[in-house]
């Protein structure tokens, strides 16, 4: 069962007041007004209890954009080795809970230690500052709620089955703010049963691709970006983005 409730915001106040008095399993992104929470439930000596179980997809994506980027060839390992994760999942789709969390003992853990391993290695190597660094950081820092669907087969290895449910429920009117790009309009709008994976190289001059990206979708007047015809779509761009991004963090 997929339940949609709109907050105004993914502020750490949204947050507490979307999970109060909710206990299990909560899959979600880094965002760390999670893990704030978790904290000040602990304070407060909360009987309910939260483990968080982190997206795969969401830490892919930061590896995939360097690496398509040819940025650091152990962005290219991550992404090779990633794949392997996912071919499991397809694998043990559909299984109940005791065989898919048998199989990713076998398989996929080995796989997420060798690249805690390379992550904690490149570490050291690269610019603190640096992309990479980014997104080694954003890894290690989420290792236990990334690390959980290792050992509890009832938990997905990404958020994306929850965030494709709740993309239909958005409208034109939250995706088209002014600040926003026209790539970034038309993959949410009308890519909403897609992953958030890019176009990869090899689809780069499929036919639909290149009419896609001759539409002029900023003038377009279904869709003009340029206009102020709909003044929800003038609203602060955060507000607007975050409202789309926020919810597939509470599936």
Not at 99 to 118: K, N, Y
């Amino acid at each position: 069962m997929v339940a949609y409730r709109f907050e105004d915001s993914r502020g750490g106040k949204c947050v507490a007041r979307h999970l109060a008095g909710f206990s299990g399993i909560l899959q979600v992104d880094g965002y760390s007004a999670y893990t704030s929470m978790l904290k000040e439930r602990a304070k407060s000596g909360s009987n309910e209890t939260i483990k968080l179980a982190g997206c795969w997809a969401h830490l892919r994506r930061k590896f995939y954009e360097l690496h398509v980027g040819g940025i650091n060839d152990a962005a290219t390992a991550t992404i090779t080795a990633m794949t392997e994760l996912w071919k499991v999942e397809d694998e043990i789709r559909g299984s109940d809970a005791e065989t898919r969390a048998t199989r990713r003992q076998e398989t996929s853990a080995g796989i997420v230690a060798d690249l805690f391993r390379l992550w904690e290695k490149e570490l050291s190597k690269v610019s603190g500052k640096s992309k990479t660094a980014e997104a080694i950081r954003y890894a290690l820092t989420c290792r236990e709620a990334l690390e959980h669907f290792l050992t509890d087969g009832r938990v997905e290895i990404d958020s994306n089955i929850v965030e494709r449910a709740i993309r239909p429920q958005t409208t034109l009117c939250s995706l088209c703010t002014p600040y926003s790009s026209v790539c970034k309009h038309w993959n949410l709008t009308f890519r909403r049963r897609l992953t958030r994976a890019p176009f990869p190289p090899h689809r780069s001059c499929d036919a639909g691709i290149a009419k896609i990206r001759g539409v002029n979708l900023v003038r377009r007047a279904r869709n003009n970006l340029l206009g102020r015809q709909y003044s929800g779509r003038y609203q602060a761009a955060n507000t607007m983005s975050s409202n789309v991004t926020s919810l597939g963090s509470f599936g």
